[in-house]
């Protein structure tokens, strides 16, 4: 197409540094390291257990180089600073009492937090660097019998829930990502929805890297009991700098009998420049368990941010009748690259699983979709739905898709369908003949495009998704 | 409204048009004729603004502007429409939300009001009926899975939705049956007022038995062969393109055309 010219102007309004004081301990990764974490962190034993056997086996393991459709740099891992919080008392009475920068910076970030201020109708917790600055609406959800707190209070205040639970859906061999981060996480979300209840309000995390040095490794974990069920929202971004900076993050669900999560990110992190230099290597491992029958577990991503993006939200889906769902938008632009996907594994009876993925990929970047649907022996009557379709703009940029399928049995039906189309400069002079700005008319394309998307996500985030495509689209077309 | 003047437009290094002079006024009526490749379509696309399409000489005044510097999008606020030949799909978008922007962004141009969704739903089911769409095409995606008939309805349509000064047709009745024709036709008819004018662009007499032209002018190589009134599209018919490329070549080539 002779007009995709891509000029690329990028407005990334979170690129900010936030002024904080912080604590950090010295670079590098060890035995030594994790000690520290954890005498940081004031962790009982067993913790430091969970964290050194993860460190023993991350050691024997290789990065995962040779089967992503990714290329980047060596990672020095004694490069990076494991741990950096800022500075502040160290107990908080009430949310009042948190630095008024970092309440600043998360109220220009859109999430305010003191108490006059907050959203109505979702809980957030504000996970800054290394640690959970604060989270809202706690009390209110405790009423209800909702745990909503920061990991590391959750390890202090409900520490049989969380050793159940924790590495049970990812164990800390599971891959080199996750191992590394089972070794030094060092603060996340925690959310336990007992029986029966439908969670009041949505709950969300919000993820902000701020300290250039360190990496972010996070954990999240919400365990949706018998009949349960809540929705639960991500969101992420980090300031601009000329350095890559590392983040690996596990999230486990679990869903007992009848039990749904409804699990939506929007991944915004700083993308790198125009040549592709600084951004985030996202390396993020998540995967939910439907544990119980007909439960229900649904993913939905908007992925927009990340120099590099390695993530598989999957299902494994044990529970006979249980859903696994897997909604996806890909987006990259100048030099980003992405190689995303699900693993939908069908263990129970008469399981289902749903794969949409929308892969836009502008500029110079690489978009590649990566999905396993296996349908194991005993999974009789199982289903899966796959629909990949990709869409290109301009003439240097690329779309992969490698979907792999293994069905172990004949009562089960796999489909799977793709496309790749491209924005064509007929369908651009269309709409504006009819007065729609060469932008808007991008906007509006690409919205349609990932309309079977959207319409998954909860009623804010899909504006704020909208509007974020279009802005990062900006002068990708021209 | 539209002077153009000694236009020279092609593609690819290839010319097309070579030296178009026409004058279009309120009220008017006028209809494009000619053979296949005698630069019909790529008039309505220069004049719409397609970015494939180059002008090599000449100039285009609407309203006093000149028209060949503005972008599609400002002709298109400004009242130019086309109605394509081969309307385009986008998948995903509803009908009534991408009229919705359009019609929106025209008011904005304007100075006047934007309609929000409930008001501008009242608002197309009144100008539906010129085209007489029912409201299932309205949630269905941008022309995606309409028939050919429903594609130039929708066209239609979208000029009762937009109301514009100056709105050229390209092609509209091609593929259309008898009936559709009439529908669309019959469309347009009601869509015209003393302070708007209308291109036709066809290839085929018969069109004009419902929109009734003031002007007809017919092409060929790029040039406007002829010119008169109604009448002329009923000499055509009965003789045929071949009889102006007859006179063509008695006038020699390269002589201007009027």
């Keep these: ?478 | 409204m539209l002077e153009i003047k000694n236009l020279h437009a092609g593609i690819e290094g290839r010319e097309i048009l070579k030296g178009i002079n026409l004058t279009v006024n309120k009220g008017e009526i006028h209809a494009i004729m000619g053979p296949n490749g005698s630069g019909k379509s790529t008039l309505a696309k220069v004049l719409a603004g397609h970015p494939q399409y180059e002008v090599t000489a000449g100039e285009v005044l609407y309203e006093g502007r000149n028209l060949l510097e503005m972008a599609p999008d400002e002709r298109a606020r400004e009242g130019v429409f086309m109605a394509f030949q081969y309307p385009i799909e986008v998948p995903g978008v509803s009908n009534a939300q991408f009229l919705r922007l359009a019609y929106n962004e025209k008011q904005k141009h304007l100075g006047a009001d934007e309609l929000d969704p409930l008001e501008f739903k009242d608002l197309l089911k009144e100008r539906a009926k010129v085209v007489e769409m029912d409201a299932s095409f309205m949630t269905r995606s941008v022309n995606e899975g309409f028939s050919g008939g429903e594609k130039k309805r929708n066209e239609i349509l979208q000029m009762a939705v937009l109301e514009p000064k100056l709105a050229v047709l390209d092609e509209t009745d091609s593929g259309l049956d008898i009936d559709a024709l009439r529908v669309v036709a019959g469309g347009v008819n009601q869509l015209l007022t003393p302070d708007n004018a209308i291109i036709v662009v066809t290839h085929y007499q018969r069109l004009l038995n419902y929109i009734v032209p003031d002007f007809v002018h017919v092409l060929a190589d790029g040039r406007i062969a002829r010119e008169g009134g109604k009448e002329l599209a009923f000499e055509l018919e009965s003789k045929g393109y071949d009889w102006i490329k007859t006179l063509d070549g008695e006038k020699g080539a390269g002589a201007p055309a009027n």
Excluded at chain 1, 58 to 75: D, F, Q, R, S, V
């Design chain 1, 1 to 478: 197409m002779s007009t995709a010219e891509l000029l690329a102007k990028q407005e990334y309004k979170y690129g900010f540094v936030t002024d904080i004081e912080s604590d950090m301990i010295p670079r590098g990764l060890s035995e030594d390291t994790i000690r520290l974490i954890v005498e940081k962190k004031n962790e009982p034993e067993w913790m430091l257990e969970f964290r050194l056997k993860a460190y023993r086996h991350w050691l024997t393991m290789t990065e995962p180089k040779h089967w992503p459709n990714l290329t980047y740099p060596k990672i020095d891992y004694q490069d990076v600073i494991y741990y950096s919080a800022p500075k502040q008392k160290a107990t908080k009475k009430s949310l009042d009492e948190v630095d008024p920068e970092l309440l600043r910076t998360f109220e220009k970030l859109g999430i305010p937090l003191t108490e006059q201020k907050q959203l109505a109708g979702v809980a957030v917790d504000a996970v800054f660097d290394s640690v959970s600055v604060a989270t809202t609406y706690k009390e209110k959800l405790k009423k209800h019998g909702v745990i909503f707190c920061s990991f590391t209070e959750a390890i202090r205040d409900y520490p049989e829930l969380v050793k159940k639970y924790l590495g049970s859906v990812v164990p800390t061999n599971d891959n080199f990502f996750a191992a590394l981060n089972s070794a030094v996480f060092s603060d996340g979300s925690f959310c336990f929805i007992p029986k029966g209840v439908r969670c009041p309000m949505e709950l969300s995390t919000y993820f902000r890297i701020n300290n250039s040095e360190s990496g972010q490794f996070e954990r999240t974990l919400i365990v949706a009991e018998e009949g349960s069920s809540v929705s639960y929202l991500e969101g992420c971004t980090a300031p601009k700098f000329d350095k890559n900076q590392l983040h690996a993050a596990v999230v486990e669900l679990v869903a007992l009998d009848d039990a749904q999560i409804k699990y939506s990110t929007v991944q915004n992190w700083y993308a790198g420049d125009e040549e592709g230099r600084g951004g985030i290597y996202n390396f993020v491992t998540k995967r939910g368990k439907c544990a119980g029958k007909n439960s229900k577990i649904s993913w939905t991503q908007v992925e927009t941010g990340s120099a590099i993006t390695w993530k598989y939200p999957s299902c494994i889906l044990q529970g006979d009748n249980s859903i696994g769902e897997f909604y996806s938008v890909a987006l990259t632009n100048h030099a980003q690259q992405a190689d995303t996907g699900t693993k939908m594994i069908h263990l129970g009876k008469n399981t289902r699983s749903t794969i949409i993925s929308k892969g836009i990929a502008a500029g110079k970047s690489n978009n590649s979709y990566r999905g396993l649907v296996k349908v194991m022996p005993k999974a009789e009557g199982a289903r899966n739905y796959t629909q990949c379709d990709s869409m290109l703009i301009g003439s240097t940029c690329g779309a992969n898709t490698f979907p792999y399928i293994e069905v172990m049995n004949n009562s089960s039906s796999v489909e799977h369908e793709a496309s790749t189309s491209k924005i064509s400069e007929e369908q651009l002079f269309y709409l504006q003949q009819r007065g729609i700005s060469q932008e808007d008319a991008v906007s509006l394309i690409i919205n349609g495009f990932c309309k079977d998307v959207f319409l998954q996500l909860p009623m804010e985030f899909a504006v704020e998704a909208t509007r974020l495509l279009g802005l990062k689209l900006e002068g990708s077309v021209g």
